[in-house]
């Protein structure tokens, strides 16, 4: 479901624009672009630079860039960023979420949190040419906010600046920062500024951590609807499965410890609860926002994740040292834990060489899980950035033999699977169709993969079925691909009632006629 946040019927209101008559000396001389500029958040140009010469005043973009540095490649090559941040608000206790964006976007957007249950309504405050210029459309999120505003229902509002309003510079942070005691969070997602929407989660996060930190500051705050521990706790940052912070929880008890809660968090007070641990635990390395506001609050960084016996190990004796644990509990705890993670690795054993890519932000964790269970893993592509906080996952992996790529594109991705032709290849969708269409058997990461524990003792082997399955499939995925060989490719793609009349020579002609194009254009640019 889609509200419309406002009483806007027609599609445009230019007929009513009124005229200005600009005096001479408010004439700005444009720069005018030798070459068209392409338009689109998948656009290959570098956008960043088109749009700061719009807006001079606009510090998003420097904020993002320092925050989640680009790679080679200045487009998302998975879904929308801002799927990750709307997902993240829409699976809030209490907390209402309003887009302002193309509304072919918002459909967009909306069909796919729907897809994944949001069971939520999404507000949205469309907008038109006159709107969006005029400063009308900030207007109207204003008026939506107001209208949305019933301390009765929320504790927050959350409002989302897509693409273009953050492009054409909606001022978000001009609205009230509180209405009738509802907190209101104005975050810009566009997709030429977050890389993934793993890092957009990031985004949403870090703000209401901050929102939250201010308010902590400030005096005594609401205590979490799940209490609070007795003991010291760590937070644990970045979504995982259900089970991993339960598993977690288990290994730190040994420790006089409690497992916090998990950021993104699933109702306001947990913001506070967060904030209040002694130790932040950074599954995920990448949410630099997040991590920026625990370390105004004073709390240390963790790296790294109790993954298999290597990496538990490590992380026990990290969390021990930086809280000054007794060293007979420390050695306790891994008396507990490392002999059942080694018990379980032993009997689940893995056995072949797999590539491993993804966006989620946890692929070298599993990656070192893979590797503990017996699988050769020489190739390991993220589409997230490198941080300081993964160095020690990278340093252990590279130590293995596998080569680790930040920022990896899809093309990576590919080009690592066709090059190592894999027993198993797991990945995004499109790294999947490329191994099937190689024969090679293949799972998609985001639903086969994360959805598993990999933490503890639960981690331990809960990888393995699902992928000696998948390997179990190459006669299978060989029978396909000889079945199937030439279907749906170059001229045979597509839906024919009867074989297509193949014309060579007008593909010929047609070539020619674009190779003299091009030599035009080249003639062109040297005069």
Known sequence: QVLLMSTEIKYDQTNEVKLTEASQNSIEVLEIPAKPVSSGCHSKLNKEKSIKSLNSKNEILDKFRKDYPLGPHDKPQSMCPAFGSLRVGLRMRRVATILSGSACCVYGLTFVSHFYGARRSVGYVPFSSETLVSGKLFEDI??????????????????????????????????????????????????????????????????????????????????????????????????????????????????GLAAGPVVPCREWRELYGALDCSLVSAIHPFYTASIREFEEAGRPILGSAPVGTEGTDDWIQSVGEILNIKKNMISTCKNEIIPKIKEGLKLNKIKGTITLSGYEGSELLVARLLTESGAKIPYVGTACPKTKWSQKDKEWLEAKGTMVKFRASLEDDCAAVEAIKPNLAIGTTPVVQKGKELGIPSLYFTNLISARPLMGVAGAGSLAQVVNAAMKNKKRMANMKSFFSGVGKDDTSGIWEKSPNLKPQFREHNLKKIEKRKKAAKAAEMI
């Open 142 to 255: 204003r008026d939506s906010v107001h209208k949305t505003a019933d301390p009765s229902k929320y504790d927050a509002i959350i409002v989302t600046n897509l693409c273009v309003p953050t492009a054409s510079g909606v001022p978000l942070r001009l609205l009230p920062k509180e209405i009738n005691g509802v907190r209101i969070i104005g975050i810009d997602v566009p997709g030429f500024g977050v890389p993934t929407h793993a890092e957009a989660k990031d985004v949403l996060a870090g703000a209401m951590l901050n929102y939250a930190r201010k308010e902590a500051e400030k005096g005594p705050v609401a205590t979490p609807l799940s209490g609070k521990s007795d003991r010291p706790t760590v937070a644990l940052l970045g979504e995982m499965f259900p089970a991993d912070p339960i598993g977690i929880g288990g290994i730190l008890s040994y420790l």
